[in-house]
């Protein structure tokens, strides 16, 4: 009798999980502006604002931090922005965080951004 339980239940579950594969995933655009805060490597703060523009399933990334701009182009994979950017061998990672900000960090981990949206 378990056996035939077993069986039955181990029957169900393929189908579950097949759905929930072929569930489309919807991602909202993050495209926007943003204010960035922010320490370098060596622990300095910095502040400015970022532009996040959405061109396809890229996105351009331009950042005005104390007047000096930085550019970089990046990937949105579910909530996992990577984005190469000229001025660091190593991309900037954020994850989208539930309130739309998007917390990262650089330089190889050394550093910390944070994108908050502006509203």
Same mark, same amino acid.
């Given at each position: 009798?378990? +056996?035939? @339980?077993f069986a039955?239940?181990?029957?169900?579950?393929?189908? @579950? +999980?097949?759905a929930?594969?072929t $569930?489309?995933?919807?991602?909202a655009s993050? $495209?926007?502006s943003?204010?960035v805060?922010?320490?370098? &490597?060596?622990?300095? $703060?910095? +502040?400015?604002?970022?532009?996040?523009?959405q061109q396809g399933?890229?996105?351009?990334?331009? /950042?005005? @931090?104390?007047?000096q701009?930085?550019q970089?182009?990046g990937?949105?994979?579910?909530? !996992?922005?990577?984005?190469? /950017?000229?001025?660091?061998?190593? &991309?900037?990672?954020y !994850?989208?965080?539930p309130?739309?900000?998007l917390?990262?960090t /650089?330089a190889?981990g050394?550093a910390?951004?944070?994108l908050?949206?502006?509203?």
């Amino acid at each position: 009798m378990r +056996a035939l @339980i077993f069986a039955i239940v181990l029957s169900a579950v393929p189908p @579950i +999980a097949m759905a929930q594969e072929t $569930a489309p995933r919807t991602e909202a655009s993050i $495209a926007g502006s943003y204010a960035v805060s922010g320490r370098n &490597p060596d622990g300095s $703060a910095y +502040a400015g604002s970022v532009v996040l523009s959405q061109q396809g399933a890229d996105y351009s990334i331009a /950042w005005t @931090i104390e007047g000096q701009g930085f550019q970089g182009t990046g990937k949105l994979d579910g909530r !996992v922005l990577t984005v190469t /950017w000229q001025g660091d061998p190593d &991309p900037v990672v954020y !994850v989208l965080m539930p309130d739309g900000e998007l917390h990262g960090t /650089w330089a190889d981990g050394h550093a910390l951004d944070r994108l908050a949206p502006k509203r």
